[in-house]
């Protein structure tokens, strides 16, 4: 069975430890732990990783945050993966820093890259997994916040947080989304 992790940040050394990409965090962190590497391929850095007997495509998109639709389709089509075997880690201001969670569907709350891969998808209904990040910016700042850096508070509990962020897609793969969400949505 496959299964394609979308992690969802924007390319370049500026964006790199911005709260905007964790989605490229986790799947960095989950690429290090078992020696992955990422190569440049058509609208997406990719790796492959076998885990359990299933086949898990990571793909960080090379489009911008606002184009993530697009890399996610293609991938869903060169891999033929179905939509309900597709995750996609997007941080979420709405939630506190290092709060995780797992939707199967849901509105993309103001999340330019959502609401690009539900344009593109036709719908809202596809497994996202939230990381938060905390709201605590001035009214009208939330661009800065979102792409600024985390404190080093956030960041000492950054590791921890990412592993935990790792379990969900490793049981999501072999569990599927509805008893992940039991287990592990906190």
């Known amino acids: ?3 394609l992790i979308v992690g969802l940040g924007n390319i370049g050394p500026e964006y790199a430890l911005t709260r905007h990409n964790v989605g490229f965090m986790v799947l960095d962190r989950l690429a290090a732990r078992e020696k992955l590497d990422f190569k440049l391929d058509r609208l997406a850095s990719v790796a492959e990783y ?3 007997g299933k086949s898990i495509t990571l793909i960080k998109p090379t489009t911008y945050m606002n184009l993530s639709g697009k890399a996610m389709q ?3 089509n060169q891999l033929k993966v179905p ?3 597709v995750m996609v880690i997007v941080d979420d201001l709405a939630l506190p820093f290092g709060k995780l969670r797992l939707k199967e569907k ?3 709350a103001g999340h330019n890259g959502l609401k690009n891969i539900e344009s593109i998808l036709g719908n809202n209904i596809y ?3 939230k990381f938060g990040i905390g709201s ?3 009214k009208g700042r939330q661009v800065d916040y979102v792409l600024g850096q985390f404190p080093e508070n956030e960041m000492i509990a950054l590791p921890e947080r990412l592993d935990k962020a790792i379990d969900f897609i490793l049981h999501f793969s072999t569990v599927g989304t509805e008893r992940t969400m039991n287990f592990l949505n906190e």
Do not use: A, C, H, Q
Request: net charge positive; charged share 30%; aromatic share 24%.
């Open 50 to 52: 076998k885990y359990k």
């Open 136 to 138: 605590d910016f001035p």
């Open 1 to 3: 069975m496959k299964f």
């Open 106 to 108: 849901g509105s993309s």
């Open 83 to 85: 939509v309900e075997n």
């Open 74 to 76: 293609y991938w869903m």
């Open 127 to 129: 497994p996202r997994l």
